[in-house]
């Protein structure tokens, strides 16, 4: 059961992911949560329905699931009243339970989340004036041990599922009060239309931030990011959906054309030395190829810019001769490019203090001066534990073999 492997950073290979599907329940009915329409009718069809009744069943579900935000089959009015029993007999259309609900001072939330096998993960949401972004985690843990990360020091437990990912926007619209009203006739929604938008709702972007490498999990972030995008699922543009990346190069072309959505960039240094150390990923994909698949990324350009996400350590990477050196690689590189900068935000046991303010702004301006856009960000949440690379859980503190040995027994109590 286990899905993928630890990664050794340096290492000669990645992480090989085994594609993790659904995560079995303990009562024996399926998760549709993350699937798409083809794979319910699947199912449907595997339970004993004809193919063209299941496709049809399965267009319908899907609507209901994603754009309804329906978790009760019994909803579904324009499905025949005796089938839905049958439906909810063998299916259940699942959220990550919730384990804690954290709001801080600043309006930021967080939400400790929980696996249907116990495994526990965080979500962010974070309100501004004029958008509300929610931070989305892809794995309960990390491989990469970047050394200013919490979440970087504790161990992979393993790639969360398509569903589990979609299951945290889910979420988050359910707490929220998202969901459009009404009642629905069949499958036309034109009475409806314009009704589920972003517009007037407060969680207009998402941001793959959270927990865990998403190009790690390259196919269940590909997935889920597709019916977030769905014009009949959760109907979000791909130029509010921001997947961020430690600088894993072999994936990210496919990131640009298989899901299309902006890129961020965790740079952080400027030389071999410094990345080296704070983000080891760097010993196998160094600065310079990182940065020429930047420059390749399918769908950058001036209008769509790939951010450059970079923590302001005191004294380790924030010198005047580090700002400027950011300039000349980004324009070396002739990269549409705007930096963000991150004031590190400390946890217990952190090796690093962040950057005082002056400081922080002197590299600002020199960014800023050469034509690169370089806002400071505010951190958020910091009183919750819930800003950008404090988010850890205690559930990681087994030993890989534990997980594994756990996770056989669990497989093999439910047959
Ligand atoms: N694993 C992905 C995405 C999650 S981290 C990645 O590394 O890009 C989101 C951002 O927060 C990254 O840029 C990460 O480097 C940054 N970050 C991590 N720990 C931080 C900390 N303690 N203070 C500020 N930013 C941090
Ligand atoms: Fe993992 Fe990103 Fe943290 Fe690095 S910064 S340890 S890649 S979550």
């Avoid at 007037?200 to 999990?217: A, D, F, S, W």
Wanted: glycine content about 8%.
């Amino acid at each position: 059961m286990a899905d993928t492997a630890l990664m050794p950073i340096p290492g000669l290979v990645d992480p090989v992911t085994v594609p993790r599907d659904i995560t079995a329940r303990p009562d024996g009915r399926v998760d549709l949560m993350g699937l798409p329409r083809l794979r319910i009718a699947a199912l449907f069809e595997a339970a004993g329905l004809d193919g063209k009744a299941a496709r049809l069943r399965g267009k319908q579900v899907f609507h209901w699931i994603y754009h309804r935000g329906v978790t009760d089959f019994a909803a579904m009015t324009d499905i025949a009243k005796s089938m839905r029993p049958w439906m909810a007999e063998r299916f259940v259309i699942g959220r990550p339970e919730i384990v804690e609900a954290q709001h801080s001072e600043d309006g930021t939330r967080k939400w400790l989340l929980r696996t249907a096998d116990g495994h526990d993960f965080e979500m962010v949401f974070i309100p501004d004036a004029d958008r509300g972004t929610l931070c989305v985690s892809s794995q309960v843990g990390c491989t990469l041990n970047c050394r200013f990360c919490h979440t970087g020091t504790m161990r992979l437990v393993r790639n969360l599922t398509a569903g589990e990912i979609v299951g945290q926007v889910m979420l988050a619209r359910d707490a929220l009060g998202e969901w459009p009203k009404g009642a629905m006739e069949g499958l036309d929604e034109d009475e409806n239309a314009g009704a589920y938008t972003a517009d007037g709702r407060l969680l207009t972007n998402i941001v793959m931030m959270g927990m865990g490498e998403p190009l790690y999990n390259f196919d269940n972030v590909r997935d889920a990011l597709k019916i977030v995008m769905d014009g009949d699922g959760l109907a979000l543009s791909k130029r509010r959906i921001t997947l961020s990346t430690s600088g894993v190069v072999p994936m990210m072309a496919r990131a640009g054309e298989e899901i299309g959505v902006n890129l961020a960039v965790s740079l952080h240094a400027t030389t071999k030395a410094v990345r080296d150390e704070i983000v080891p990923l760097n010993r196998k994909y160094g600065l310079d190829e990182l940065l020429a698949a930047c420059a390749a990324y399918p769908g950058a350009s001036n209008a769509r810019r790939i951010t450059f996400e970079y923590v302001m350590l005191d004294g380790i990477n924030d010198s005047d001769e580090d700002a400027r050196e950011l300039v000349r690689l980004i324009k070396a590189h002739k990269l549409p490019a705007k930096v963000n900068l991150i004031p590190f935000n400390p946890w217990p046991g952190a090796p690093y203090r962040c950057s005082s303010p002056e400081r922080i702004g002197r590299f600002a301006e020199i960014v800023f001066a050469a034509g690169i856009s370089a806002p400071v960000r505010t951190p958020r949440g910091r009183d919750i534990d819930a800003a950008c690379g404090q988010l850890k859980t205690a559930a990681a503190k087994r030993s890989r073999a534990e997980l594994d040995r756990l996770a056989e027994e669990k497989q093999a109590a439910l047959g």
